[in-house]
Structure formats: C-alpha cells, structure tokens
C-alpha cells in the first residue's frame, strides 16, 4: 500500500518537476545518482559508483548523508528534487555533504512546490570540501504562482585547501513568496568560493538574502554576485559579507537590483580586512531599469515594455 | 523626396538655445557627414532625431518620408527605420552578441525592411571573427572598441533608412580607420542613409555631403572637402573660429 502510494508521489513530484522545464528522464537514468523525496518522505534515491548517499526519514525530516570518495569525478551531475506538492505542508531537510580530496562532483537541486498556499521549506546543509576538491550546487526552486511558500535554505560550506566550491541559487519564475537565504563559506588556502544568487520578486514576496564568504586561506579567492528584479511590492534586503583575513586573499560583492513599480530593494555590502595585504571590493547598483540601456534596445525597435522585459531577463540569466 | 527634413529646429535648455533654427536635409542612400567641435550640438541634434528621453525641439521639425516625427517616442523611430549608434554603447548582462545582432527579427515585424543575414555576417563585415564572439555577453567583459564594433554590427543587421553614427571612430584604432570606411560604406550599399558625426578629415570625406555645426547652428553645408577646409580654416561667423578649432 505504502509502497503504490510512494510512486503515486514520485511520479506527481517527477511530473511536477517536468512542468518546470525540467527533464524528468534523468531520474530514470542508472547513470546519474539522485534522491527524491516529497515533504518528509523518501521517494527515490540512486548512488553510482564513488558517490554514497545514506538518507533516512526521522521524526523530524529527512537526514541524508553525501560523501563522493577521495579522487572521484562524477561525470554526471547528481540530481536532488524535493517538493512538497500539497497546498499546505512542511519540508525539512538535513544534509551534510563532503567530498574527498581531489573529488568533483555538480549537485543540482531542484525544489518544486506547484500548488503552494501554506507550504515551509527548511534545508540546513553542512559542506565539507577536500583538498583540491570541487563542489558545484545549482538550485533551481518553482513555487508556484500564489506566493505561499516560506523557503529558508542555510549552509555552513568549509572549502579546503585548493578546493573549489561554486552556488547557483535561481528564483526567476513564478512566485518567490519569503525566502531567506543564510549562506557562510570559509575558504582555505588557495580555496575559491563563488556564490551567485538570481531571484525576480512580484507581489508581495518577500526576499531575504545573507551570503557571507570568510577568506581566511593565504591567496583564497571569493566572489558573491547577486542579481534581483522586484516588480509590484516585493521587497528584498540583500547582505552580501566578505571577510579578508590572510596574505593575497581577494574578494568581491557585487549586487544589482532593478526595481519597478512600488517594490523595495535594499543592498548591504560588508567588507571586513583584518590582514594588510588582503583586499576586497564591492559593487552595489539599486535602481529602475537604465535609460540608456532602454534607449539603446527602443532603438533597435523594442517596445519600452520589451526592452525592460529583456534587461531584467538578462541580468536573472 | 528628402528621407530626413529637419525645419527650423530650435531645443533650448533652461532658454539657452542648444540648437538654434537649424535646418538640414538628408536624402535617401545619402552618407552625410556632421563636423563640429566639442559642446557643438552634434550629439544633441542625433538625440533630438532619434527622440531621447528629454529631447523634444522647442520649435521646428523633424520629418521623416514626409512625417512629422518630433512627438515619436525612440522605438516608433526605430520601427519607421531610424537607428542611432551611440558614442559609448551601454553594456547589457546576460545578452549574447548572437541574440544582440537578431533582436530585430525577434521584436520587430517592420515588413519595410529588407531581411538580415545572419550574425556571424555582420560581425565578419566590422572586423570581428564570428566563432570568438557569437556566445560572448554584450557586457564588461568587452573592450570598447569590441564593444563599439559590435553595436556598428548591431545597427547593420537593422538595416534601417538612416543610421545615426555618432562618432563611430572614437575608442577604435587607428589601423582600424579602413574597417570603420567600409562599414559606413556597407550601410551605403545596403540601401541606408547615414549622418555621420565625426571629427576625423579621412572619415568625413567619404560622405556624399557635410555640414558644420557651430553653436547649434549649421554653418556650412556642401561637399565633404569643402567642409572641411572650412572647419579647419576657423573662418565661423558664429564664434569667429574661437570654438570652432580641430
């Protein structure tokens, strides 16, 4: 019984994810390692070889466990879909990943909640990055189109010596409703930390985003790049934090918002030096769509409405 | 019939007149060269013909194939088929040069113009290899005259009546004067118009017309030779040679 009603929700989440854009064949792959699951429930998982995954459902959510092995290049990304397809529910995932020393692994989550109206999302990720290990995140979230989502991802991120550790979190389509991200990396010598942030805000939505990147290796490398569009009330507060703590550590905050109609954007750029020979930068852009970008697309022929269309569909991309 | 008629235009600024009762005409396949100091008008006056934000002539008129354009907003313009080439393009995040040079066949549907080849053709005609810049992003990462080059490609691939080119030589080499000849060249064979504004002699010449401006005002109009000698001989009346220097 339990096991009908388990690919009943597969299946809903897999469509779910298909309606995204997504192509959903990938979890019917062999090849390619996932785990599925939908509110507090596990609903499909599959390792490949280097790579363990260990998930269980507690009381509380749902723990998983990730290692990719010392040396391992997974050559095909690792696909984590989590939902919640009902109106209301809750979803609560812990995760600790780690991979090893000179392993590579490209996770991609996609975390869909379609017909949201009263739906929390809840992600806590403790990330181990190896020694001249590299770890891409792409997250890709759909919370359907009535704004009832609350997603609160955080993550603690240790980047190791020579390790690489790269994020793509993308809200661009449909609702956001609140999010609040919570973002820390520390990056170790030689370390690289890029976090990337695209979210497009309507209505009432409600955006909260704190990256923080801690260079505390000699000649790490950090960037936290965040583009956001609001349109009609959202609101967005965007803290991006870089710390540069040893000798030739060099990083970047770079945050453009575009505002339209009566939303609200707010940019905190922090950058903190303790060592001398550190050095970290910062951009911060909030306004209405550019003039002269607008000018220049009308004079190509495109409509006001189309040339905005295209500047904020470009600087979400 | 004229492409382009300007009448008696005046724009003034806080009632300083910036363009001042100036008068000049632009017939089709024409090359048309616009000399002039810095602070002369010459920018102002493409803003003015193209409909900028805020540029809206006090008196006169602007009329494009027997239309009076002066109320127009700048995408009317363009779909009429005036199209400018600013002296510093702006850069676009998250646009590629492919989908840079076709935004016309995408937003577009003027069936008065002629159809585009494709980018990579574009590109080639302003001196850039196809294969290096096609996925490259129209941002910051492009250097300014990479930049200029790929808005002169971008224009072309409108294939407009008139091509407003506001010292499309500015930013760019000076080996690379040939390649800017022949791309004002192409607009020509292409069946456009272009007003040239530019301060380089070797440019200017190859126009079919010229004229000076000098504090708003068109001083001189003829061919590009004579224009020229008269820009560099400082004999204005308006300011008596002392704006008008090279």
């Known amino acids: 019984m339990r096991e009908r009603s388990v690919v009943n929700e597969l299946n809903e989440l897999l469509n779910a994810f298909g309606e995204t854009g997504a192509d959903k064949r990938i979890f019917a792959d062999k090849e390619i390692a996932h785990l599925a699951a939908s509110g507090h429930k596990i609903l499909s998982m599959r390792g490949v070889e280097g790579l363990e995954v260990d998930a269980s459902e507690t009381l509380t959510g749902i723990f998983a466990n990730v290692v990719v092995k010392e040396g391992v290049i997974l050559k095909n990304p690792v696909h984590l879909c989590f939902g919640v397809l009902h109106k209301k529910g809750k979803q609560r995932i812990k995760i600790n990943v780690r991979l090893e020393k000179a392993s590579y692994a490209h996770f991609i989550a996609h975390c869909v909640f379609p017909r949201a109206e009263r739906v929390k999302h809840i992600m806590d990720a403790v990330i181990e990055i190896g020694e001249d290990a590299e770890m891409r995140y792409s997250e890709t979230h759909y919370h359907g189109l009535y704004g009832g989502v609350e997603v609160i991802p955080k993550a603690v991120v240790k980047v190791g010596k020579k390790g690489r550790y790269f994020t793509d979190f993308n809200l661009t389509t449909g609702r956001v409703g609140i999010l609040f991200i919570d973002y820390t990396v520390e990056a170790a010598e030689k370390a690289i930390a890029e976090l990337t942030a695209r979210v497009f805000g309507h209505a009432n939505d409600n955006i909260k985003i704190k990256e923080k990147i801690v260079l505390s290796g000699r000649d790490s490398r950090g960037l936290i790049k965040t583009r956001i569009a609001l349109e009609d009330e959202a609101r967005a507060e965007v803290t991006g934090i870089t710390e540069g703590n040893a000798e030739g550590a060099r990083g970047h905050v770079d945050c453009t918002e575009i505002v339209k109609d009566r939303a609200v954007a707010r940019a905190i750029p922090i950058v903190n030096v303790t060592h001398p020979l550190a050095k970290v930068t910062h951009e911060a852009a909030i306004g209405s769509v550019d003039k002269r970008q607008m000018e220049t697309l009308m004079a190509h022929g495109l409509s006001p409405e189309e040339a905005v269309n295209l500047i904020v569909k470009g600087i979400l991309r | ?246």
């Open chain 2, 1 to 246: 019939m004229e492409l382009l008629k300007i009448k008696n235009l005046f724009y003034s600024v806080n009632d300083r007149h910036i363009i001042k009762n100036l008068t000049l005409s632009i017939s089709p396949h024409e090359i048309h060269a616009l000399l002039g100091a810095n602070g002369s008008g010459k920018t102002t006056l493409a803003y003015l013909i193209m409909g900028c934000e805020g540029y809206r002539p006090t008196a006169g008129e602007i009329i494009f194939e027997g239309k009076i354009i002066n109320a127009l907003p700048v995408h009317e313009r363009a779909r009429l088929g005036i199209t400018m080439a600013w002296q510093e393009p702006v850069r676009f995040e998250g646009i590629c040069v492919a989908d840079y040079l076709t935004l016309k066949n995408r937003f577009v549907s003027s069936k008065s113009l002629q159809p585009s080849l494709s980018p990579a053709h574009y590109l080639e005609m302003v001196g850039l290899e196809p294969s290096l810049y096609l996925d490259r992003m129209v941002d910051k990462s492009l250097s300014g005259g990479e930049r200029k080059r790929i808005e002169l490609a971008s224009i072309l691939a409108l294939n407009p009546k008139l091509a407003i080119l506001d010292e499309p030589d500015s930013g760019i080499d000076m080996l690379s004067t040939q390649d800017i000849i022949n791309v004002i060249n192409a607009f020509k064979e292409n069946g456009s118009s272009v007003l040239l504004i530019t301060h380089r002699e070797e440019i200017a010449l190859i126009a079919d017309k010229a004229s000076q401006i000098c504090h708003g005002e068109i001083i001189a109009s003829g061919s590009p030779k004579e224009v020229s000698e008269y820009y560099k001989s400082r004999r204005c009346l308006v300011c008596e040679g002392e704006v008008c220097r090279e």
